[in-house]
């Protein structure tokens, strides 16, 4: 190339000033939106009936379940299926169940399936396996919105 060094120099950084400000404008960072940080609270279904299916070959003492840090069931089992039916609000995305049970006499590996059923909505099913205990998270999947 010729011309003088200078001139170039000076187009060169014409060049990426001009790109640079679109670039800019695309990253820089702006404050959300009201609508943005406003909680979506009309999407969750308040009180839904969910009804979950416990089957284990041993039945387990006893199962809690948890939803959002609160005991939501409890279950005494005496045969080898129970059931629990319970409402719960429940947002779009889902909700993780957290599952405890015991059982006092066994000392072999236990197995719990959960079959959940939500009312207007997917069903849902697991296996966990454990030994005296079994404490794990179940997802119960979300509705589609109103």
Do not use: C, Y
Request: aromatic share 6%.
């Amino acid at each position: 190339m010729t011309g003088s060094p200078l001139i170039r120099l000076a187009l060169l950084a014409l060049a990426l000033f001009l790109i640079a400000i679109p670039a800019w404008r695309l990253t820089a960072h702006r404050a959300p939106t009201a609508a943005a940080l406003a909680p979506a609270t009309n999407l969750i279904r308040k009180d839904t009936l969910a009804t979950l299916t416990f089957t284990s070959p041993v039945p387990p003492d006893e199962i809690i379940v948890h939803a959002l840090g609160k005991t939501v069931a409890t279950v005494r089992a005496e045969r080898s299926s129970a059931e629990t039916t319970f409402p719960v609000s429940l947002p779009p995305a889902g909700l993780d169940l957290v599952i405890n049970a015991k059982w006092r006499t066994s000392a072999t590996a236990n197995a719990l399936r959960i079959e959940a059923v939500v009312e207007g909505g997917p069903r849902s099913e697991a296996t966990f396996w454990g030994g005296t205990e079994i404490q794990d998270v179940f997802f119960l999947p979300g509705l589609a919105a109103p």
